[in-house]
């Protein structure tokens, strides 16, 4: 059991716009920034975005962040098939003293 | 560019020992944060743990999960971080991988595979 709620999958058609959530507490999401990072099959983990809806240098303006309360969302337009892949959440979490990731999201371009 | 490459992963039988390590070039090591995370086969990502650096205190956390059994060390004259992993379980079983936070990136290593079993 994961700290941070994802849902297991998603999917959409290239060119729709998908939403993949992060449920998370006040010890986490409610008082940190979250992190998105996204994992390409055989590959490590890729920042995706930073201090809830920042993208490093690189990061296509397709993928978005943002954070209300406890909760957190990535938003992905213009659905490509490269990005088929799995979506995970991160934060700090100040009452387990650690990081905490969501269960992670596979997300499939039909 | 930035290079974090992690190496001594294997086969261990249940209730051995292995030591990770993780050469990190192209940044400055010893002011950097370093934290393990791994990631068992098929699932999703876990945090590890994390050390400071030294000018920062050179505090080190651990998850509840190998707190106990795993130590974090590094060796800033030779730019490595270390996982020492004692009495590992089949649980253990994942790809390691050493990561840089920073606050506007975070850099991965390639990770290195560490089987547990008999």
């Known amino acids: 059991q994961s700290v941070l709620t994802q849902p297991p999958s998603a999917s959409g058609t290239p060119g729709q716009r998908v939403t993949i959530s992060c449920s998370g507490s006040s010890s986490n999401i409610g008082s940190n920034a979250v992190n998105w990072y996204q994992q390409l099959p055989g590959t490590a983990p890729k920042l995706l975005i930073y201090s809830n809806n920042q993208r490093p240098s690189g990061v296509p303006d397709r993928f978005s962040g943002s954070k209300s309360g406890t909760s957190a969302s990535l938003a992905i337009s213009g659905l490509q098939s490269e990005d088929e892949a799995g979506y995970y959440c991160a934060a700090w979490d100040g009452s387990l003293i650690g990081r905490v990731f969501g269960g992670g999201t596979k997300l499939t371009v039909l | 560019e930035v290079q974090l490459v992690e190496s001594g992963g294997g086969l261990v039988k249940p209730g051995g020992s292995l030591r990770l390590s993780c050469a990190g070039s192209g940044f400055t090591f010893s002011n950097a944060w370093m934290r393990w995370v791994r990631q068992a086969p098929g699932k999703g990502l876990e945090w590890v743990g994390r050390i400071k650096s030294k000018t920062d205190g050179g505090a080190i956390d651990y998850a509840a999960p190998v707190k106990g059994r795993f130590t974090i060390s590094r060796d800033d004259s030779k730019n490595t971080l270390y996982l020492q992993m004692n009495s590992v379980k089949t649980e253990d079983t994942a790809e390691y991988y050493c990561?840089?936070?920073?606050?506007?990136?975070?850099?991965w290593g390639q990770g290195t595979l560490v089987t547990v079993s008999s």
């Open positions: 990561t840089w936070p920073g606050p506007t990136f975070d850099y």
